[in-house]
């Protein structure tokens, strides 16, 4: 379809949102829209320099036959502050709270602009590392890292604690559980991760890492690399096992008597 | 921030992509990109254009003061049967047959693009209802309704099989498990679904509809509406309870002894 420059400008766009960190040679938009390929590199022109004026992503120009474009998503630090920023004012509403000192997250992640955003965040703080699949352990973890894994354009990986007849042979560890401190077991299909796979892991709340360290073990069995760990939000005062991990929330003070919360924003943002 | 009309329609396209089904002000754009509310008005008629003409989405204006735009995803026809077919030919792969007459599923629900797609097909069939909810049953019905949801841009509402401490109080009914035909139970958080809404179910694989049944259940005691039934796959051969539902796959026959699997394009896409 013949599109004039505005609208080539308009749906090239849209293509490179929807299709993250893939590479796409400049002819199949020049075929596809019926332009010259050199109209083609005047459009990605002006495409890259609104998108990192404006802190959308990068653009990257790989020379040569096999080349083409690539869109790497990213947030300014600013909106990046301004997003955890108003989750730690909606962590902190006391109406929260549940008995046994929980927090109720559910309503956060399941909301797909919160989600969205929250994914670009993570994925930005690990822009820089080859990440081939985003792990987590079900089931409030699955809509965490599917978000990230939307920006990374990867798979994702769903660890279970139970034994589903859907998910063919699996690999099990055992981990303690932080909430019962019990020995429990997790499960991972043997299909769903490749060897060698590079592997960063994602969970909503962390409390004393048990579950992370299952992950870790996990990994580990599947001969696989772990990139890093982010987690929604922490418990900054419970003890952790000793694993390094990076936090977007840092719940400092949960006091379950008089419904009070206290939030701050995690090291994901704070150091840099 | 000042933009030339080129990157102006760079930047309002990628806002409208990552915000569908909200209403957005002229003004918001005119006042961050620094240009007269009717240069914006001319943006969005080319965008408008090039969203239509490719089958993105439709724009709707809104007048009056209170008045703006509206993005709605679409997908056409043909794309919705390519990527149908293409999933077809997935699930023919007779590796995918498991003991016990399964489908193994699980690499296809958590490969972002292909949610995407599945996500904008399912909710292209419900783009002329009004929805306020996607819900589903956990696990694996997780990232599907999450990608339906982010197209919608509404909450995703998670059924659980077991109680969990960090949900608050519960809603639980009772449902015939299909693979085993027993009674069971599921369970909804109380807050996580507003009395008086309009909901789509969506689920990864129908078999005989016990967990839809469930859900519609739970529907009735939170005061919500079903608006309809749309399921990843299902399996043509088993007998089904009295639910209307589309599917966007049906499994014809899963020959174990064989390893064959045929599959066709289900009711979603197939008569109109």
Redo the contacts between chains.
Sequence with gaps: ?K?R???????I??YL???PYQLTNLHTFASKYEAAKSSISEDIA??K???E??H?GEIETVTGASGGVIFRPSISRDEALMIAKSLCDKLSESDRI???G??????LL????I??NVGRVIANAFKGETIDAVMTV???G??LA?AV??IL??????V?RDLK????STVSVNYVSG?SDRIEKMFL?K??LKPGSRVLIVDD?LKGGGTITGMMALLHEFGSELVGVAVFAENARTKKMDISYQSLLRVLELDVKNSHVTVEIGSLLKND
């Design positions: 379809m599109l420059r505005s609208e080539r400008m308009v749906v766009s849209n949102i929807n299709n002006i495409i320099k609104a998108f004026e404006n959308i549940l008995p046994g929980y927090l109720y997250l559910t309503d399941s909301t797909p602009t989600l969205q079900a089931t409030k699955v809509p599917n894994a939307n354009n990867v798979p994702f990986v769903i279970r007849i859907t998910e063919g909430s299909s299909r769903s709340f």
